[in-house]
Every structure is written in structure tokens, then in C-alpha cells.
């Protein structure tokens, strides 16, 4: 039930074009739902986050759509660019005096020119 | 100012070495984390401190010890570690028990352990 499950593994994506990640969870105590860009070598980097009572949020190229009766929300990445190039992770979190995450998998996003 | 600092940025250590890993934060954060990451793998929780105190150990080996000497650092002891122990070790804090929940994340320590 901690589980949070995203999909797909790895993407690839035309300059231009647009990038949809979709992730699920089961907990319906979760209640803050952040995206992680992560770079080779470095630290993820907060991209964009949701809370429940919101069904759409977006900030620039990201948006983030949300469907609390499904249990399901997703990243699209508008006009991805070769620099959106990285591994992106879906993550949820309850908050329980401080916040533990529970990432997705990861997915692989290449942007090809 | 979102910024976690992680020192050192790379670590060779051989098998009876001991080492520390250190993290700052000067966000106000009263909740600071460790986490371990393999290639193409999430990050993995190993332990968090909330107000200074240790709130979870994720079962970690006790080859792991970590410290929270203030509010503001975070430090990971090394010590006879294993080969399967090479991995990026992240740190990041949060707010603590208030909104919003983000976590901020430092660019972590590549290990490699001989």
C-alpha cells in the first residue's frame, strides 16, 4: 500500500514535443505529491509538487494533472527541449511530523534534437 | 535560499577506513535526512532526524551512524564498509512538522568503497 508506481521506464521524446510520465499510488494518505528532476551525479531537484484538493498545477513547460478518484497523476513536459534530458521521479508524501517520500521508479527521459 | 551543501563531493574509502559525510542547511529546517541511491534507482531512506532527534532507521547496518550535532548539520559516520556500500549518498531536509512538505535535496557524495 506504500507503494507509488510509475510508468513509463524510459521515454524518448522529439525537440518540440511533449513528455507525459504517469504515476499511481494506493495509500489515500498521501497528500502531497512532488516531482524530482535528477541529473547523472547530482541531487534530485524539486520540479513541481500538488496537493490533493487541486486537480491541475503549472509552472512554465510542467504541469502536473491529478485524479484523486483514480489515484492517479502524471507530469506532461510542454515543447521538451534536449536539456529536459534526465530521470524524473514521481514521489508521495504524508505528513507525519516531518515528510518521508515514497519515490517511483524513475524515468528516463531523452529529448532527441 | 533553497540550498543543501554536502561535503565531500567524492570519497574513496578502502574496507577499515572511517570516514564522515557532512550536510548543512541554513533554511530553518528542523528535519534533515539521509538517503542512499544506486544507478537508475530511487533514492532509499536511511534515516531521519526531526528536531535534532533520530526518528527513523531504516534497519541500516550499523557500519552507518549518523549525528545531528545542531538544527543546521547533518553528519553520516563511516566505518568497516563493504564493497555493496559504493552508491550516491544524498542528504536533504524539511520544514518539519508544518507545511509545506518539500524536501530539498543536497548534490549529494559519490562513494565508492574498495
Known amino acids: 500500500q506504500q507503494q507509488v508506481k510509475q510508468s513509463p521506464q524510459s521515454l524518448i521524446v522529439q525537440k518540440g514535443g511533449i513528455s507525459i510520465i504517469n504515476c499511481a499510488y494506493e495509500n489515500t494518505a498521501f497528500d502531497y505529491f512532488p516531482w524530482y528532476q535528477q541529473f547523472p551525479g547530482k541531487g534530485p531537484a524539486l520540479l513541481i509538487a500538488?496537493?490533493?484538493?487541486?486537480s491541475e498545477k503549472k509552472e512554465g513547460r510542467f504541469t502536473i494533472s491529478f485524479n484523486k478518484s483514480a489515484k492517479q497523476f502524471s507530469l506532461h513536459i510542454m515543447d521538451s527541449q534536449p536539456g529536459d534530458s534526465a530521470t524524473y521521479f514521481c514521489a508521495a508524501s504524508m505528513n507525519s511530523g516531518y515528510s518521508t517520500l515514497t519515490f517511483g521508479k524513475g524515468t528516463m527521459l531523452l529529448v532527441s534534437p | 535560499d533553497t540550498e543543501v551543501t554536502q561535503t565531500p563531493k567524492h570519497l574513496v574509502m578502502g574496507m577499515t577506513n572511517k570516514k564522515s559525510l557532512k550536510c548543512e542547511q541554513h533554511?530553518?529546517?528542523?528535519?534533515m535526512y539521509w538517503y542512499k541511491q544506486k544507478a537508475k534507482k530511487p533514492p532509499e531512506l536511511m534515516f531521519v532526524y526531526s528536531y535534532e532527534k533520530l526518528s527513523i532507521n531504516e534497519s541500516v547496518p550499523s557500519r552507518f551512524s549518523p549525528e545531528c550535532p545542531n538544527s543546521s548539520l547533518l553528519n553520516l559516520h563511516l566505518h568497516a564498509l563493504q564493497p555493496e556500500d559504493s552508491a550516491l549518498y544524498l542528504c536533504?531536509?524539511?520544514?518539519?512538522?508544518?507545511?509545506?512538505?518539500?524536501?530539498?535535496f543536497g548534490p549529494g557524495t559519490r562513494l565508492l568503497v574498495l
Open positions: 536533504a531536509s524539511s520544514q518539519g512538522d508544518t507545511a509545506p512538505l518539500t524536501q530539498y
Open positions: 533554511m530553518g529546517h528542523r528535519a
Open positions: 500538488i496537493r490533493p484538493d487541486v
